[in-house]
């Protein structure tokens, strides 16, 4: 049901976008890109989503987290191209396993999950994400990205902080033998943070899936085999 999709499958007549009077060259260029995107035009069809279903597969083809009956927290999940994935692979839709999703953007509900409509960082969404879990989580999942300003230094703050977070809630909910997947963009999990997570996990690696884009700066980061904290 998620098989592996090689782009280059794709093969038909490029769709070419014109500079329209209220479009600039930039916006021309991005959706130039998104309707020719094969990522794209797959992820219609099989009715995923987001392109970003394909990252998931890709990553847990390649690292096996997602296993039948596992319990999953989706970090800012919306639209929910990575929960249509892991719901599948954990087989929530028949009472397999857990999925809590959360975002701060609404999301279509989805057969299985639990999808929260808030605000990581507000303060009640640990304990939110907690309650809807009703229990230790095997993966933690986290797709979030912060809002670029364009300027490098601020950006790669923001990400840092952002994945900080994710991490120090993925501590207080991971099983012992639990992962940790986030994004990342190059350079972001650099130093102390890094540091932090090979202490608490016994496997720290870097990944890009096929379906990232080239020109992107994004990489995931698979934490594989949480430690458990001293406190339980």
């Known amino acids: 049901m998620t098989r592996k999709f090689n782009p280059g499958d794709r093969r038909g007549v490029v769709v070419r976008v014109k500079t ?7 916006s021309a260029a991005w959706l130039s890109r998104q309707l020719n995107d094969p990522y794209v035009i797959e992820a219609k069809r099989l009715g995923y989503r987001s392109r970003a279903a394909f990252k998931l597969i890709e990553l847990d083809d390649r690292f096996h987290f997602l296993k039948r009956g596992s ?5 800012g999940a919306a639209p929910g191209g990575w929960s249509q994935i892991a719901a599948t692979r954990l087989g929530a839709a028949e009472g397999k396993g857990a999925l809590v999703a959360i975002d701060i953007l609404p999301m279509e509900p989805l057969a299985g999950a639990k999808v929260l409509t808030l605000d990581f960082l507000d303060e009640s969404a640990p304990d939110a994400l907690k309650k809807a879990l ?7 999942l986290s797709d979030m990205a912060a809002p670029t300003t ?4 601020t950006d790669h703050i923001r990400v840092v902080a952002l994945v900080e977070i994710a991490f120090d809630f993925a501590k207080e909910v991971l099983a012992p033998g639990g992962w940790f997947i986030a994004k990342v963009f190059q350079g972001g999990t650099e130093g102390a943070l890094l540091n932090l997570m090979k202490k608490d996990f ?17 990489v995931y980061v698979i934490a594989q ?8």
Request: charge should be positive; glycine fraction near 14%; proline fraction near 4%.
């Open 20 to 26: 329209a009077k209220n479009r600039t060259n930039s």
């Open 150 to 153: 364009g300027h490098a230094a």
């Open 71 to 75: 319990r999953v927290v989706d970090l």
């Open 225 to 232: 085999g949480f430690k458990g904290g001293s406190e339980g």
């Open 202 to 218: 016994a496997t720290v690696r870097h990944a890009k899936p096929p379906a990232s884009r080239a020109e992107s700066a994004e």
């Open 134 to 140: 009703g229990g230790q989580a095997d993966v933690v």
